[in-house]
T-cell receptor, first 114, second 112 residues
Framework: EAGVAQSPRYKIIEKRQSVAFWCNPI?????LYWYQQILGQGPKLLIQ????????DSQLPKDRFSAERLKGVDSTLKIQPAKLEDSAVYLC????????????FGQGTRLTVV | DQQVKQNSPSLSVQEGRISILNCDYT??????FLWYKKYPAEGPTFLIS?????DKNEDGRFTVFLNKSAKHLSLHIVPSQPGDSAVYFC???????????FGPGTRLSVLP
């Protein structure tokens, strides 16, 4: 079974630039999550999708972050414009369903904003 | 406002001995708890879970204990192996499959 795929693995941008991350969840997984993990902290949920609908985006800074999951499969997370404090690892995870508690994580994208 | 706390940033244990990782939470509505393990440059991987209707769950060398009155859970690894060296995250949610809140993690080093 293929795992959660994320790209790119690393990204360095200047502040005020924009950046996008891509995630391909495990086939058949209806629930998709984006987490932000700042160095020294645990992952923080940014947004949760059930198929192509948003279940929870209460911690997503909507003035600069956006995410979509077209056709209920792949997802992209965008930051525009980036700030220095956005430097973090962005993790995508998926689970079979919303009621299934075991989420499978991708390797993450390490973003550095300079 | 940290709802899930792991007060030990790091822990070193000798191979073959018991590792005990601790986690405290403040939200009494949490009713599902998980432990994830993370190796460098990889995403977290699910290890073991426990719901609030239980006080213990075992899976091989891993046992999680839940003390609801103290809002405390712990992960026991017996015996510890060098391959267990990783960062361990405690996570909690209100209801299954909902918004998991993660602790900051504890780095476990198992020394040969």
């Amino acid at each position: 079974e293929a795992g959660v795929a994320q790209s790119p693995r690393y990204k360095i941008i200047e502040k005020r630039q924009s950046v996008a991350f891509w995630c391909n969840p495990i086939s058949g997984h209806a629930t998709l999550y984006w987490y932000q993990q700042i160095l020294g902290q645990g992952p923080k949920l940014l947004i949760q999708f059930q198929n192509n609908g948003v279940v929870d985006d209460s911690q997503l800074p909507k003035d600069r972050f956006s995410a979509e999951r077209l056709k209920g499969v792949d997802s992209t997370l965008k930051i525009q414009p980036a700030k220095l404090e956005d430097s973090a690892v962005y993790l995508c995870a998926s689970s079979y369903s919303r009621g299934n508690t075991e989420a499978f994580f991708g390797q993450g994208t390490r973003l550095t904003v300079v | 406002d940290q709802q899930v706390k792991q007060n030990s940033p790091s822990l070193s244990v000798q191979e073959g001995r018991i590792s005990i990782l601790n986690c405290d939470y403040t939200n009494s509505m949490f009713d599902y708890f998980l432990w994830y393990k993370k190796y460098p440059a990889e995403g977290p991987t699910f290890l073991i879970s426990i719901s609030s209707i239980k006080d213990k769950n075992e899976d091989g060398r891993f046992t999680v204990f839940l003390n609801k009155s103290a809002k405390h859970l712990s992960l026991h690894i017996v015996p510890s192996q060098p391959g267990d060296s990783a960062v361990y995250f405690c996570a909690a949610s209100v209801g299954y499959g909902q918004n998991f809140v993660f602790g900051p993690g504890t780095r476990l080093s198992v020394l040969p």
